[in-house]
C-alpha cells in the first residue's frame, strides 16, 4: 500500500475558479513534504517544500498546508490558470534512512 | 547555469540491448538522482548519489540496473540487458543539500524497449 495518497486522481476546473488538491500520508518519522508541479512531457518542478514544523507555506497562487499531527497536506490553487494544467505530485520525505514516498499524482486540468 | 541536463531525450532500443542515459547536474549540487517515471507506478525513486558517491540503490529494479557518477559534472544510468517492461521516463535531478532544498529535475530521457 502506497504511503503517500493523493486526491483526487483527476479534477477539471474552469478558468478563474479556485481548488484544493489533497495529500494524505502514513510516513512516520516524518522529515518534509514538498509539491511538485509536472507539465506535461517535462520533469517535476518544485512548488513548496514544508518541515514537520511548517503549518502553510505559499508560492505565488500556490498555498500548501500541512497538519503533521493528522497527517494531511494540501495545495490550494487560487484563480486558476490555463497553465496550471498539470499534475500535481505530493513526496514525502523521512528523516536518517533518506527514504522518500511519491503520491500518484492529481491530475489537474483548467479550462477556458 | 543551464539546469540539469539529460541526453537523450529519447531512445528506442531493441530487447537485449544495453542502454546508456546520460545527466550532467547543476554545477555545486552535492546530491544527483535518479528517477523512473510510469504511469502504473508514478515516480520511483532508483538511486542517489552524495558528492559522487551512491549511497541508496535500493531503488534500483535489478542488476541489469547500474549507476555511475565518475565525476561532480556527469552520470549514467544503465541498463544492460534492456527488456520492453524496462520502457518508461528516466528523470535526474540535483539538490544542493538533501532534505530542505528543492530538487532540480532535467527534462528526462523517454526509453522504449521493444
Known amino acids: 500500500k502506497n504511503q503517500v495518497e493523493q486526491s483526487p486522481q483527476s479534477l477539471i476546473i474552469l478558468e478563474g475558479k479556485n481548488c484544493t488538491l489533497q495529500c494524505n500520508y502514513t510516513v512516520s518519522p516524518f522529515s518534509n513534504l514538498r509539491w511538485y508541479k509536472q507539465d506535461t512531457g517535462r520533469g517535476p518542478v518544485s512548488l513548496t517544500i514544508m518541515t514537520f514544523s511548517e503549518n502553510t507555506k505559499s508560492n505565488g497562487r500556490y498555498t500548501a498546508t500541512l497538519d503533521a499531527d493528522t497527517k494531511q497536506s494540501s495545495l490550494h490553487i487560487t484563480a486558476s490558470q490555463l497553465s496550471d494544467s498539470a499534475s500535481y505530485i505530493c513526496?514525502?520525505?523521512?528523516?536518517?534512512?533518506?527514504?522518500?514516498?511519491f503520491g500518484a499524482g492529481t491530475r489537474l486540468t483548467v479550462k477556458p | 547555469d543551464a539546469g540539469v541536463i539529460q541526453s537523450p531525450r529519447h531512445e528506442v532500443t531493441e530487447m537485449g540491448q544495453e542502454v546508456t542515459l546520460r545527466c550532467k547536474p547543476i554545477?555545486?549540487?552535492?546530491?544527483l538522482f535518479w528517477y523512473r517515471q510510469t504511469m502504473m507506478r508514478g515516480l520511483e525513486l532508483l538511486i542517489y548519489?552524495?558528492?559522487?558517491?551512491?549511497?541508496?540503490d535500493s531503488g534500483m529494479p535489478e542488476d541489469r540496473f547500474s549507476a555511475k557518477m565518475p565525476n561532480a559534472s556527469f552520470s549514467t544510468l544503465k541498463i544492460q540487458p534492456s527488456e520492453p517492461r524496462d520502457s518508461a521516463v528516466y528523470f535526474c535531478?540535483?539538490?544542493?543539500?538533501?532534505?530542505?532544498?528543492?530538487?532540480?529535475f532535467g527534462q528526462g530521457t523517454r526509453l522504449t524497449v521493444v
Open positions: 554545477s555545486g549540487h552535492d546530491y
Open positions: 535531478a540535483s539538490s544542493l543539500r538533501w532534505s530542505d532544498t528543492e530538487a532540480f
Open positions: 548519489f552524495n558528492n559522487n558517491v551512491p549511497i541508496d
Open positions: 513526496v514525502v520525505s523521512a528523516p536518517n534512512n533518506n527514504d522518500m514516498r
